[in-house]
T-cell receptor
């Protein structure tokens, strides 16, 4: 099966500019996640969708970050305006569901988008 | 406040020997633990997991041990191979907790296996 697709792979912008990232999850996966991974850190969850509804966005900086998952398939993550501290790799992941059979369902990650804010 | 800690940023091991990667956690609500492996320019890939009702889970060369009283888990790779060279992330979750079972990742340990 095809993996999680993300684009672009790399993006360089200046602070205060806007940027958008796109994610296409594995077909049939109901749950979609966006993570932020700052250099030297582990991935940090920003937002989680179940189909086209938001399950958890408690760690999303909503003054500048927004995300949507129209029709419960593709998703976009936007930053507007960007700050220097937003420089990171943005990872998208998907899973069939969050919990399946009492086990945490495996999340499949895309290759990420490396954002550099100058 | 780090809930999942990987205190060794890097580890170097000779091919054929055992690699032991360690992880500590602070949140007693965590009941499911995972290890992910990440190569450069790729996303993390799932390696192995363990539920809090077990103290050991084995999959081929990979074994994860869980010590709930010490809030500690470790990943053993035996024998280590050069292809195992990657960054390994420990992650934890409270499956039925208020955080909706979100994964909390450690900072990672970079494993280098030398031929």
């Amino acid at each position: 099966e095809a993996g999680v697709a993300q684009s672009p792979r790399y993006k360089i912008i200046e602070k205060r500019q806007s940027v958008a990232f796109w994610c296409n999850p594995i077909s049939g996966h109901a749950t979609l996640y966006w993570y932020q991974q700052i250099l030297g850190q582990g991935p940090k969850l920003l937002i989680q969708f179940q189909n086209n509804g938001v399950v958890d966005d408690s760690q999303l900086p909503k003054d500048r970050f927004s995300a949507e998952r129209l029709k419960g398939v593709d998703s976009t993550l936007k930053i507007q305006p960007a700050k220097l501290e937003d420089s990171a790799v943005y990872l998208c992941a998907s899973s069939r569901m969050r919990i399946r059979g009492g086990r945490f369902d495996e999340q499949f990650f895309g290759p990420g988008t490396r954002l550099t804010v100058l | 406040d780090q809930q999942v800690k990987q205190n060794s940023p890097s580890l170097s091991v000779q091919e054929g020997r055992i690699s032991i990667l360690n992880c500590d956690y602070t949140n007693s609500m965590f009941d499911y633990f995972l290890w992910y492996k990440k190569y450069p320019a790729e996303g993390p890939t799932f390696l192995i997991s363990i539920s809090s009702i077990k103290d050991k889970n084995e999959d081929g060369r990979f074994t994860v041990f869980l010590n709930k009283s010490a809030k500690h888990l470790s990943l053993h790779i035996v024998p280590s191979q050069p292809g195992d060279s990657a960054v390994y992330f420990c992650a934890a979750s409270a499956r039925y907790g208020g955080s909706q079972g979100n994964l909390i990742f450690g900072k990672g340990t970079k494993l280098s296996v030398k031929p």
